[in-house]
């Protein structure tokens, strides 16, 4: 992003190719999602929602992102708490 007051710096820099080596590491992993943990495509998908530049492409990581999810129903019931019985 650039903006008309400011000129980008050699940080702005290093931040983008930060996030362009975080996402070639996250289409990395869902590209070969059957050789990974649970937990890492989650991470990708994260990384790809909110970083990818295409729409479809984090339309797809959002879609990907619902089925490991419903993969692992233990997952919900860990997160919400137990109702006590009375």
Not at 33 to 56: N, W
Not at 66 to 75: L, W
Request: one cysteine or more; glycine letters at 4%.
């Amino acid at each position: 992003m650039t903006f008309p007051f400011r000129t980008d710096t050699a940080r702005d820099q290093a931040r983008q190719d930060w996030i362009d080596d975080r996402l070639r590491e996250a289409r990395i992993v869902v590209a070969d999602v059957a050789h990974h943990s649970d937990h890492l495509i989650r991470l990708a998908c994260k990384t790809l929602i909110q970083h990818a530049p295409g729409r479809d492409e984090r339309e797809d990581a959002r879609i990907l992102l619902i089925i490991v999810d419903g993969k692992s129903p233990e997952r919900t019931t860990r997160s919400c708490p137990k109702q006590e019985r009375g």
